[in-house]
Nanobody
Framework: QVQFVESGGGLVQPGGSLRLSCAAS????????MSWYRQAPGKERELVAT??????STNYADSVKGRFTISRVLNTVYLQMNSLKPEDTAVYYC????????WGQGTQVTVSS
């Protein structure tokens, strides 16, 4: 059974940092590109970052390039977020690059002073 459990969100001031974690199970992560997505209120879910095996190449949305870093250790996928902006406020989810139907509950990130 595919499962994603996201954590690490919270309230942070503009310019601050957060590190999100995603524990994934039910499939072999090393065979899949892994991604972080986010959904802000009233907006569609958008792709934020992708990590592609086997070489670990990464891709980022233009809006987060240079500020966010995706990585993976065993069955956990991370998103290091630096220099956070109010427009980064959203619920963040992880899934494979071609998403499974099953999504986790997400983790709320709020950037506000």
């Amino acid at each position: 059974q595919v499962q994603f459990v996201e954590s690490g969100g919270g309230l942070v001031q503009p310019g601050g940092s957060l590190r999100l974690s995603c524990a994934a199970s039910g499939f072999t992560l090393s065979f899949y590109g892994m991604s972080w997505y986010r959904q802000a209120p009233g907006k569609e879910r958008e792709l934020v970052a992708t990590l592609t095996p086997p070489g670990g190449s990464t891709n980022y949305a233009d809006s987060v390039k240079g500020r966010f870093t995706i990585s993976r250790v065993l069955n956990t996928v991370y998103l290091q977020m630096n220099s956070l902006k109010p427009e980064d406020t959203a619920v963040y989810y992880c899934n494979t690059r071609t998403p499974f139907d099953s999504w986790g509950q997400g983790t709320q990130v709020t950037v506000s002073s």
